[in-house]
C-alpha cells in the first residue's frame, strides 16, 4: 500500500507493509528502486535497528537488575510478545521486521541516509501499561494467552496480506480504541503522532518511509493538517504521582496499628493469633506461586519464609529472594538468553532458565499479594 503526499516542498512517499510479509518486502524494494529517495525513513528505534542488523537482543540483559528494578512484568510481557510475533512469522516463512529490514539494507546498498522514526519501545511499553486500567490488562493478558495457546483464528500469509487492506484496518483500529482504548491511544495514536512529526523533520526533498499499515491512515491525516507534535512530551514515562509513593505503605502502617491495638486491648495471645495467620497466608501462597513456577524446593521454602516480611515493606518483595536463591540452583547461561527469541511455548517459557527465574519471580510475588488479601477476614474476625 502506497500514499503520496507534498509537505512544505517536500514529496512524502509512504510504503505500508505488514511486518511478516513477503510481499511487503518486494514492495519495499521495488519502490525504493523506482522513487529513488533522498532519505529513506523505517518505523524502527536505534535499540531495534542494532538487534534487526546484529540479531542479538538480549545477551547483555542483567537479569538480576531487570528483577531488582521491577520489570519482571514488563519484560516478560516483552518476550511473550516478540515469541508470538515470530512464531506468527514462521507460519508464512518470514521474519518479523524483515519489511525494515529490507528497508535498511537496500538503503545502505544505494548510499541513501536512513532515518529513525518510530519512538523507543521500552517508552511506548512503559507508557502503555501505565496508562492501562486494571480490565484492560487482564483483557489484553487474556488475549495473549489465548493466542499463545493457540485459541482464536489461525493467521496464514493469505489474512497477512488482508491485514494491508485500508478498510479493514480502519475497522481493526476502531475495534481496538473500543475494547482497550488506553492501549490504542499509546500504542497506535501516539506513535501515528510521532512518527509523521519524524517524517516531516526529515532532512532532503524526497522522502520515503516505511511503516506499518496500520499508521498509514493516521500519519497521513497528521501530515495533511500539519498536526504540530510535543515529540518530548510523548517520548518520556510519566513519574508516579506523588501520593502513591506513600500510598505504598498503607498496608504496612495498618497491620502493625492493628497488632499494637490487638495487644494492647486484647493480648500477646491474640497478637501472635493474628501475626501467624498474616505469616501462614503470606508465606504459603507465596510457596504455592514458586512452586507453581516450578522453582526449587529450598526456592519455595524462601519464599515461604521471606513473603510475610516483604509484604510489610514496600521497597522489596518476596519474589526477588525467590529468584537470588533460584539462581544458585538454576543459573541463567549464555545459551539461555540467545535462546529468549525461540521461547515459542508455555512450556518453553519454563524450560529457558532466564524466563523461569522470571516466572519464580512474578508468581512468588503474586502469590504474595493474594495472600495479604486472603489474610484480612481472618485478622477481622480477630477484632470481633
Do not use: C
Not at 62 to 88: A, C, E, H, R, W
Request: hydrophobic share 45%; no cysteine; glycine share 8%.
Amino acid at each position: 500500500m502506497i500514499k503520496k503526499i507534498k509537505y512544505k516542498g517536500k514529496e512524502i512517499v509512504l510504503v505500508g507493509t505488514a511486518h511478516i510479509s513477503k510481499e511487503s518486502i518486494t514492495l519495499v524494494e521495488e519502490t525504493i528502486e523506482k522513487e529513488k529517495p533522498d532519505v529513506i525513513g523505517v518505523e524502527l528505534d536505534k535499540d531495534r535497528l542494532g538487534q534487526l542488523l546484529s540479531g542479538k537482543k538480549w545477551q547483555e540483559t542483567n537479569i538480576i537488575d531487570v528483577i531488582k528494578s521491577g520489570k519482571t512484568y514488563l519484560f516478560l510481557l516483552n518476550t511473550l510478545l516478540s515469541n508470538m510475533q515470530k512464531q506468527l512469522g514462521k507460519h508464512v516463512g518470514v521474519k518479523p521486521g524483515a519489511d525494515m529490514l529490507a528497508a535498511v539494507k537496500k538503503a545502505q546498498e544505494k548510499n541513501i541516509p536512513i532515518h529513525l522514526l518510530d519512538r523507543n519501545v521500552r517508552v511506548t511499553l512503559k507508557r502503555a501499561f501505565k496508562a492501562m486500567s486494571i480490565w484492560e490488562k487482564m483483557k489484553l493478558g487474556g488475549s495473549i494467552l489465548g493466542s499463545f495457546f493457540g485459541v482464536g483464528e489461525k493467521i496464514d500469509a493469505k489474512k497477512i496480506e488482508e491485514l494491508k487492506n485500508e478498510d479493514l484496518i480502519n475497522k481493526l483500529m476502531k475495534e481496538l480504541g473500543k475494547q482497550m482504548p488506553s492501549v490504542k491511544k499509546v500504542l497506535v495514536d501516539e506513535r501515528d503522532d510521532f512518527i509523521s512529526e519524524m517524517i516531516k523533520r526529515s532532512p532532503g526533498k524526497k522522502v520515503l518511509a516505511v511503516v506499518g499499515a496500520g499508521h498509514l491512515t493516521g500519519i497521513v491525516a497528521n501530515i495533511k493538517k500539519d498536526k504540530k507534535v510535543n515529540l518530548k512530551k510523548i517520548s518520556i514515562v510519566p513519574k508516579k504521582k506523588p501520593y502513591l509513593k506513600y500510598l505504598k505503605w498503607t498496608i504496612p502502617i495498618i497491620f502493625i496499628l492493628f497488632l499494637g491495638y490487638l495487644l494492647y486491648f486484647k493480648g500477646v495471645e491474640a497478637t501472635l493469633a493474628a501475626f501467624g495467620i498474616w505469616f501462614l497466608a503470606n508465606g504459603t501462597l507465596s510457596a504455592v506461586g514458586a512452586a507453581l513456577a516450578r522453582a526449587h524446593p529450598i526456592t519455595i521454602l524462601t519464599a515461604f519464609v521471606a513473603a510475610p516480611f516483604t509484604s510489610l515493606h514496600p521497597a522489596i518483595a518476596a519474589g526477588w529472594f525467590a529468584a537470588i536463591v533460584e539462581t544458585k540452583f538454576n543459573p541463567p547461561l549464555v545459551k539461555d538468553f540467545e535462546d529468549l527469541s525461540n521461547v515459542g511455548t508455555i512450556s518453553g517459557f519454563y524450560r529457558n532458565k532466564v524466563t523461569h527465574l522470571l516466572l519464580v519471580t512474578a508468581f512468588a510475588n503474586i502469590g504474595s499479594m493474594i495472600g495479604t488479601v486472603v489474610a484480612l477476614p481472618f485478622l477481622i474476625q480477630l477484632l470481633l
